[in-house]
């Protein structure tokens, strides 16, 4: 293991202060994909530079994709729906599942063969879920117990889409309506538990028509897409852990502007709001077709919370940190539905147990649940498993720990916040690097 790559956390004083969140990550992923598949030139404003979506752009890149990054603006010159070229190498998605699961989309559709694969993380994760109704409408993708790497067979004359929710998750959808806009003909979606809608929105923003209907929507295949700019959000799942610092640390008050709070990504809001938070949204407008808003959090007396059902996917990446926040609250707050979990960047069930165990926290957990009962965190020496969240979370956590909080192996935190650090230092948290 290199050095640097492990913090070490004292308890803070009061954080005070205005913060300046990077993009939201998935819209960052999907600007890239949906820009160079429309026709004209685009600018990306607060595009998420870390390595989960530069990954995105190195591989757009790989099949031809004219992509310019000048300080945190992308500039795209897109060159329309079938304009993509067989790459040359192996595509690789790094760490992250949101662009392995959404370009496989993208592939399954092209004139030409791909492979696709990732580190070593997202080799383990679940590939099923998009590779099964790909296949359904007649994709040819190979993997060894659908698992990366997949080798895609391109078939540009797909079946149209009917998708009926499996599992909920925004991923396997996104991976659907891409493969759905090359494809002649109508595709049509449901999704009995509504997931986040960025791309959705995106393609609108584009000026590709989509026919909502509630849970359900249409599209028809083969439209065009028209450059646009793009202005993006801060990322609420990573604003997330200063939400709950500010909540947890005795005298403070956060307040974090230009969030994206897309209504399917705001659940935790909702959920601390119920356990006692005292949580502020002002200055709500629409930017890209999307919702963007100023939110402050004040520290305050937190309660146990249940919660279970539709709330969990529109809180899914910020489990982690709500559990922290358990940890702070009075009571035994019990979290259900969300066997999801174990799927994501490590089994963050098992993850956040082991470590809030360590750190003197009562848990228990079940195959899909947890449950926390609040109490004094002691600090002590955890593993973020090789997870940004799981990384982030414990570091939120030593901020009230009676002795130091050590977690080890933090480089991660780069897929999806490489400012995490800085801005924790920017509001006077002693944090070292060893
Ligand atoms: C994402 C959807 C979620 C989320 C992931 C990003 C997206 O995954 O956990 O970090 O950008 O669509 P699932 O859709 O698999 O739940």
């Known amino acids: 293991m290199s050095s640097q790559n492990n913090l070490i956390i004292n308890k803070s ?11 939201d990550k998935s819209i960052s992923h999907r600007s890239i994909i949906l820009g160079a598949l429309s026709d004209g030139e685009l600018t990306i404003s607060n595009f998420l530079s870390s390595d989960d979506c530069n990954a995105t752009i190195n591989a757009m890149r790989e099949l031809g994709a004219d992509i310019t990054i000048i300080d945190d603006q992308v500039h795209i010159k897109g ?10 190498q192996i595509i690789d998605a790094g760490n992250s599942g949101t662009l392995i699961r959404l370009l496989t989309g993208v592939l399954a559709a092209q004139d030409f063969d791909s492979v696709i694969t990732g580190d ?81 929105n995106l393609l609108e923003h584009f000026g590709y028509e989509i026919y909502r209907d509630g849970n359900s929507f249409s599209l028809k295949g083969r439209q065009k897409l028209i450059a ?16 709950v610092a500010s909540l947890i640390v005795n005298g403070s008050c956060i307040e974090i502007r230009s969030v994206n709070i897309n209504k399917f990504r705001t659940g ?11 949580i502020e949204i002002t200055d709500v407008k629409e930017v890209s077709n999307e919702l963007i808003g100023n939110i402050k959090a004040r520290h305050s007396k937190l309660r ?14 910020e489990l982690p940190i709500l559990f922290i926040a358990c940890a702070a609250a009075s009571g035994t707050s ?27 926290i009562v848990v228990h957990s079940s195959k899909d649940s947890i449950e926390i009962t609040g109490g004094k965190i002691t600090g002590g020496k955890i593993s973020s498993y090789d997870d940004h969240r799981i990384a982030m979370s414990f570091a939120i956590a030593g901020l009230i720990s009676q002795h130091s909080l050590t977690i080890m192996n933090t480089q991660n935190i780069s897929t999806s916040f490489p400012s995490f650090v800085t801005l924790l230092r920017e509001l006077g948290v002693e944090v070292f690097e060893v």
């Open 13 to 23: 004083k009061p954080l005070i202060g205005n913060l300046k969140i990077p993009g």
């Open 79 to 88: 060159k329309g729906l079938f304009s993509l070229k067989k790459p040359k």
């Open 120 to 200: 070593d993380t997202l080799k383990k994760r679940p590939m099923g879920r998009i590779i099964k109704p790909l296949i359904l409408c007649g994709a040819n993708i190979e993997a060894s117990e659908y698992k990366a790497p997949l080798s895609i067979c391109g078939t540009p004359s797909l079946n149209p889409i009917e998708y009926n929710q499996d599992v909920a998750s925004a991923q396997v959808k996104s991976c659907l309506i891409l493969s759905a806009l090359h494809i002649s003909g109508q595709s049509s979606f449901y999704e009995e538990i509504q997931t986040r809608d960025h791309t959705e």
């Open 228 to 243: 646009k700019d793009i202005l993006i959000g801060s990322d609420i799942s990573s604003a997330a852990f200063f939400i």
């Open 268 to 278: 935790l809001i909702t959920v601390l709001r119920k356990m006692g938070a005292d």
């Open 304 to 317: 146990c919370i249940e919660i279970k059902g539709e709330v969990i996917p529109s809180l899914i990446d």
């Open 334 to 360: 019990k979290i259900s539905g969300i066997e999801e979990l174990r799927y994501k960047e490590s089994d963050r069930i098992m993850a956040m147990e082991n470590g809030l165990r360590e750190i003197g």
